[in-house]
């Protein structure tokens, strides 16, 4: 299984979330082509009711463990809940460009 995919089902069954998205910013930056090494995730849950950012990071950090051990080099979380997620009218900020060498 991709390391994409085994994000979306790890995510998907430790937060029930209403929307996840898991992209591969791994093009983004100076890898090999097919590299699944930075990752953004959006993800809205209401398990994240009444958590701080910090604690909300934390729970998808835990939850990712095992890949954050090996393939992740980067994870980019934004973490909300629906009425956070519906303020935002699902809009995050795109990521930076790469300032490392080659890109």
Known sequence: MSVQKTIEKKLSEAFSPDYLL???????????????????????????????????????????????AGPIHALSIHAFTKAEWEQKNGQVADSPPCHGSGK
Do not use: D, T, Y
């Not at 097919?34 to 950012?53: D, P, R, T, Y």
């Open 22 to 68: 898991v992209e591969n910013e791994s093009h983004m930056h100076n890898v090999p082509a097919g590299s699944e090494k930075h990752f953004k995730i959006q993800i809205v849950s209401e398990e994240f009711a009444e958590q701080m950012l910090i604690k909300r990071h934390r729970a998808v950090n835990k939850v990712l463990e095992e890949e954050l």
